[in-house]
């Protein structure tokens, strides 16, 4: 955790001063934000176990065939960050065998510390939290959706939702915190359908399942982290509840 915040306070430096950006050759934003979180954080990591890879947007992308390695999102929110929205995170996980054993965010603008790890459950600024179960949603269901998936999201699954009973909900909220809020009890279910790589999701996919959730794949499995070309998921669905039958719930199976 001290690394994502010591990267989280070079980037609110950074943006009292004015951070410059420029495009990838993907087209997404890289700033001077990011490159400066992603040197310190890979500096701390590297210090702590020399031999561990560390997979960053903005640096090496190279497992070396490792089990073991970090996956790091510098600053998980670029396109927010320079528009000066408070939305954007710092990012960390720990993969083993493909899956995220320890996860960590840093909320720098609101100073909010998430992190969660196998065996050691999910905990919030130093308070221990969890993602509710499905029988607690009683008033419906509550879907959180990125900005620009809400209105197709509203579509396909509003009525899907509606089978639970109550009134389903659907909230937008951009970057990872969309993780967080389902690790503490804020939501039921995360649906992404656009484009999202590796490190954008396994700190949070960590945090969430030690909260009790899940997150899977479009065919129903754990998400799972392998070297790619660009590090790229598919679709997805996080779920608070890991023991409901969200397949069968959502008509999937």
């Known amino acids: 955790m001290a690394a994502a915040r010591e990267a989280g306070a070079a980037i609110l430096s950074l943006r009292r001063g004015g951070s410059d950006a420029d495009r990838k050759p993907d087209g997404s934003l890289v700033s001077a934000a990011d490159r400066a979180a992603s040197a310190i954080i890979g500096a701390r ?14 640096a090496a992308q190279d497992t070396a065939g490792a089990a073991r390695f970090w996956l790091v999102d510098p600053l998980d929110g670029t396109r927010e960050f320079l528009r000066g929205s408070d939305v954007f995170s ?3 996980a720990l993969i083993e065998d493909g899956y995220p054993c320890f996860g ?10 998430y992190w969660g790890a196998s065996g050691a459950g999910a905990w919030r600024d130093g308070c ?33 939702l509606a089978r639970h009973g109550g009134t389903p909900r659907i909230e937008a909220a951009a970057g990872a915190i969309k993780f967080c809020w389902l690790a503490e009890g804020h939501g039921d279910l995360y ?21 009790g959730g899940a997150v ?8 799972r982290y392998r070297q790619a070309p660009g590090w790229y998921n598919g ?19």
Do not use: M
Request: glycine fraction near 6%.
């Open 90 to 92: 710092v990012n960390i």
């Open 45 to 58: 990591l590297h210090a702590l176990d020399p031999a561990l890879p560390v997979i960053c947007e903005e």
């Open 216 to 223: 899977y794949d479009a065919r129903w499995r754990r998400l």
């Open 191 to 211: 649906p992404r359908r656009t484009r999202t790589c590796a490190w954008d999701t396994a700190a949070g996919q960590a945090i969430l399942e030690a909260a």
């Open 128 to 160: 221990a939290i969890r993602a509710r179960r499905l029988a607690e949603a009683g008033a419906g269901l509550h879907a959180l959706v990125s900005p620009g998936e809400h209105d197709s999201a509203r579509r396909e699954f509003a009525a899907t």
């Open 104 to 113: 960590a965010i840093h909320l720098p603008a609101s100073d909010l510390d």
């Open 235 to 253: 679709d997805f669905i996080a779920v608070a509840d890991a023991n409901a039958d969200w397949a069968g719930l959502l008509g999937k199976g």
